[in-house]
């Protein structure tokens, strides 16, 4: 009761004021319109404000497409730095771990075929002056799905050291798409396992066994710098009979001779007189092989990532995470694994299919270097 009263006293005695004073009641006016003014332009500038705001917001998540971020990353040749971030591409699918231990294996190890207890059959790949990979965090999800499947580039797989046993060979042997598998001569396998290849389907070259700088024991049939000319090229048909026909050779090991240009021009030579391609493992960066080839006008292909230097999956996917950066970079890229990496074809198996989905193209050697 008492609040409607003093409502309705108020609301008598405002009118009462302006009609007394005409002056005030301008004055009135005046400030209320200044202030209608003031609150219009601030309410402008606010507006501004949260217009030019969400521009900027928007101008970053374009930026942040993980295509154009990959393309911009130097992938270590050799050693590739694990990072906790996420891969910029979408990171392979990545099933749950698999019961089977891992074995442990250096890039340039096999187990050595005539039982030398002395030497260690390990050889480290070139180090790179070249930066480890900084991977940056992936974008949004939804910014792949929506995309059309575009040409990301070629990949090739090989797998190296065939020849010691068959049961490590088969599963690669069934993996549904395009292999080079390099076979190592002279040992129990190394025929059985070349055959065994060429029905598959899968392309076979000679992994040629050559001395490297660590002294290890690079096994039967290798080529050694203290051997002449007719030597060399009588190992290479030697071991060409054996596992042949095949596309091409690769060095197995051979830091030491790969940096020899004397030999490794008979040996490049070699190649040419027999139609074969000539794939430098890249074990040493100090590799003439490159220049060599180019003076001598060969086509060659070179190895750009070890995909098993770890011996778990999740670095084996890491690894090939970065030979896909390699390929959208540089049109493809050659990643090379060992038979013995136990957990290395389920994993291909797996992968073949959704790398083909994303829009790389999985080829041979041979086809990389027709197509040069
Ligand atoms: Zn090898």
């Known amino acids: 009761m008492r609040k409607t009263a003093q409502k309705k006293s108020t609301a008598t005695k405002t009118p009462r004021k302006r009609k007394n004073s005409g002056s005030i009641n301008r004055m009135d006016a005046l400030k209320a319109f200044i202030t209608a003014c003031a609150v219009v332009v601030i309410s402008l500038l ?82 790179s002056s070249k930066p480890a990979p900084v991977v940056p965090a992936a974008g949004t999800s939804s910014n792949n799905t929506a995309k059309p499947v575009e040409d990301k580039g070629v990949l090739v797989f090989v797998i190296d050291d065939a020849g010691n046993n068959l049961h490590e060979l088969e599963p690669f042997l069934r993996i549904s798409g395009p292999l080079t598998i390099a076979v190592l001569p002279g040992l129990p396998h190394s025929a059985e396992a070349a055959r065994r290849i060429r029905t598959a389907g899968k ?41 042949g026909p095949v596309k091409g050779i690769n060095n197995h090991q051979g830091s030491m001779i790969t940096m020899n240009g004397n030999i490794m021009k008979i040996i490049l030579a070699f190649c040419a007189e027999n139609n074969l391609f000539f794939l430098d493992s890249r074990t040493t960066a100090d590799t003439a092989v490159p220049v060599l080839a180019k003076q001598m006008g060969m086509k060659i292909a070179e190895r750009d990532v070890f995909i098993d230097n770890e011996q778990n999956k999740d670095a084996m996917r890491e690894f090939i995470t970065g030979g896909l950066a390699r390929a959208q970079k540089n049109g493809k890229a050659v990643m090379i694994g060992h038979t013995w990496s136990s957990e290395l074809a389920p994993l291909l198996a797996e992968q073949f299919p959704l790398l083909r989905n994303r829009g790389f193209t999985i080829k041979t050697v041979s086809d990389i270097i027709n197509e040069k």
């Open 46 to 127: 606010i507006s501004i404000t949260i217009i030019v705001f969400h521009k900027n917001n928007v101008k970053h998540k374009v930026n942040e497409d993980p295509d154009v971020e990959i393309v911009n990353n130097e992938i270590n040749d050799v050693e590739p730095v694990k990072t906790p971030s996420e891969p910029p591409t979408a990171p392979l699918y990545a099933p749950p771990p698999a019961v089977q231990t891992p074995v442990t294996h250096s890039s340039e190890t096999h187990k050595a075929p005539l039982a030398s207890k002395s030497a260690p059959v390990s050889e480290k790949p070139a180090a």
């Open 203 to 243: 392309e076979v070259i000679l992994h040629q066994p050559m001395e490297a700088l660590g002294g290890q024991n690079p096994g039967p049939g290798a080529i050694y710098s203290n051997m002449s000319a007719d030597e060399i090229r009588a190992v290479l048909r030697r071991n060409i009979e054996e596992v």
